[in-house]
């Protein structure tokens, strides 16, 4: 069907056969046809930046031409596309070069398993581990957090919509504070408090799972002495230390994984998003040798072994044989905090915040509403951003890592004519 028929009826389509459960395409009402670095285009050939990077599952752009090459000539050779968790040659290489790349240079230690092609697999695969290797059951999690959508994931989220989706009561899940001060007491000490208090009625948990920067909470970052003295704690009490990964990692806060600048070695880490390279579903769960108590087959899945994933996968590692690609990040997050800034002192009308760390960012808004607003007239501009925040009070900026300076300052532009529009 041609644009010209589509007209204002582009999205009819998807109104009438998909399910009411759709979002992202209730916000940008068009359909996309290409897509290239951090640009977009639909059907009628409009030019969009890409400020959302597939919710972080394109750090490293669309359709780099590295990657592309290589799956095409893969599949050319008919090489294996569905394998499992068989040994496969896509496979090996990318244990190879993770280990080598990114593991051995941090001195990490850490057994490698796939656990299922998305997020929430690698969730309830740590959540699995940790429960089996204590023998506890309950595990705390933190006011606001995001982990998943299946009943495990779901239990240690924060978000009370998401949360009255799973249709039963979700347990063995303690919530405590985020990185914030609770009755005038750090919530470290009330953390401490809670621990120590034989009358709380929990018992000690079997982990504690937190996001150093919680993407759909609201860009929330956590101090780095926070999460050392969270470290801490769980050394303390024998309780393992999970850390969610899945968005903030992957060089999303300007290192691989986004824990390192707090000099901490969590127990299991759970990686997905962009792990893939070039947006194909894969994620991994590290786990540290003493913990991997797996039996075989005892957690597994039918899509653990997406061989093209690895191929993608193993080329975005090369972005980190050298401090470069790193720093290169680091640069543009301070040119991106910089204009959030400038923007907050700018439009004092937006009472705005700056959250975030990285190239993971955000400007809180107290006016209800009003994020979503900017949101949307940036669209109607040329510019992909969404909300975040339990109220969708946040503006979430998530380009790809690869976004040149033109890119984000054309954007940036964009989302400063979108907030004038709307405040004047």
């Known amino acids: 069907m041609g644009t010209a028929v589509l007209g204002n009826t582009k999205m009819k389509t998807f109104e009438e056969l998909e399910s009411t459960v759709r979002s992202y395409s209730r916000g940008w ?19 969009y930046i890409d400020f959302f990077a597939g919710a972080g599952a394109l750090n490293y752009g669309h359709n780099n031409e590295t990657m592309q090459d290589k799956l095409v000539e893969y599949i050319r050779n008919d090489g294996l596309i569905h ?6 040659t896509p496979r090996k290489e990318f244990l190879e070069c993770f280990n080598e790349i990114i593991l051995t240079p941090r001195d990490l230690d850490y057994k490698i398993m796939f656990p299922g092609p998305t997020g929430t697999n690698t969730v309830e695969s740590a959540l699995k581990i940790a429960r089996k290797v204590t023998g506890r059951d309950t595990v705390i999690s933190f006011t606001n957090a995001f982990h998943g959508m299946t009943i495990g994931s779901l239990s240690v989220t924060g978000n ?4 009255s989706g799973a249709g039963i009561p979700l347990h063995h899940t303690v919530s405590m504070p985020f990185d914030e001060y609770v009755e005038d007491q750090d919530s470290i000490t009330y953390l401490e408090r809670f621990l120590e208090d034989s009358g709380s009625g929990v018992a000690l948990p079997a982990a504690i799972i937190l996001e150093t920067v919680q993407g759909e909470g609201g860009m929330n970052a956590a101090r780095l ?6 470290e801490s704690i769980c050394e303390r009490f024998d309780i393992l230390l999970i850390i969610d990964d899945v968005q903030a990692g992957c060089g999303r806060t300007g290192t691989f994984f986004s824990f390192e600048p707090a000099g901490i070695k969590p127990d299991i880490v759970c990686l997905s998003k962009s792990i893939g390279g070039i947006g194909l579903p894969m994620a991994i ?16 899945g039918t899509f653990r072994g997406n061989n093209l994933a690895f191929i993608a996968a193993t080329e975005a590692l090369s972005n980190w044989e050298t401090d470069e690609f790193s720093q290169a990040i680091q640069k543009k997050a301070h040119i991106l905090s910089e204009a959030i800034e400038a923007i907050i002192n700018k439009y004092p009308e937006l009472n705005g915040e700056a959250r975030g760390r990285g190239l993971m960012q955000g400007i809180a808004i107290t006016k209800p509403g009003l994020a979503g607003e900017i949101c949307a007239e940036a669209f109607k501009r040329g510019l992909i951003v969404e909300t975040s925040g339990p ?6 900026f998530l380009p790809p890592l690869i976004i040149e300076m033109e890119g984000l300052e054309e954007g940036l532009a964009i989302l400063e004519e979108s907030i004038k529009s709307l405040i004047n």
């Open 29 to 47: 009402p068009t359909i996309f046809e290409k897509a290239k670095g951090y640009k977009l285009w639909d059907v009628d050939g409009k030019a």
């Open 83 to 88: 394998s499992l968790d068989m040994g496969t």
């Open 160 to 163: 009370s919509f998401k949360r």
């Open 225 to 230: 002495e926070w999460l050392k003295k969270v």
């Open 285 to 300: 769960t590290l786990i540290k040798p003493e913990y991997d108590q797996w039996g075989p087959g005892e957690h597994n």
């Open 391 to 396: 109220n969708d009070e946040v503006i979430k």
